[in-house]
């Protein structure tokens, strides 16, 4: 079973958390069929953690997830923080495949698209 969560920051504004919750729903449904488990995550200042929303998928059956850091530069969270969760989550769950996905900013053709938009 394949799964995917959209990792944020997080913020102490619940309208910031409840915005990226609505956004991680939208593009679920975009994706429709392509994976059976969706969520979102947040690194800090707000839930589901990263560690919580990939235990929650595991407990449903999942088998392999994607993780797509929603984050516009190589911070320290998407260098450092990230990759460490997964070390830990693949030693914690061995049978588990997770695959972090370039973050926001590096996604190929982002640029170009940011400056249609524009």
Do not use: C
């Not at 979102?40 to 929303?53: C, G, I, K, R």
């Not at 850091?69 to 030693?91: E, I, N, T, W």
């Amino acid at each position: 079973m394949k799964g995917f969560i959209l990792v944020a920051h997080g913020s102490r504004r619940e309208a910031a958390n409840q915005e990226i919750a609505d956004f991680a729903a939208a593009v679920s449904h975009a994706m429709t069929g392509r994976f059976d488990l969706m969520g979102h995550a947040f690194w800090e200042l707000a839930e589901p953690s990263l560690e919580q929303a990939i235990d929650s998928q595991v407990a449903a059956g999942a088998t392999e997830i994607t993780l797509f850091p929603y984050f516009l530069a190589q911070g320290r969270h998407v260098v450092d923080d990230l990759p460490s969760v997964l070390h830990q989550k693949r030693d914690q769950y061995p049978e588990l495949t997770l695959t972090l996905l370039p973050h926001l900013g590096a996604m190929p053709g982002f640029a170009d698209w940011l400056a249609e938009q524009l």
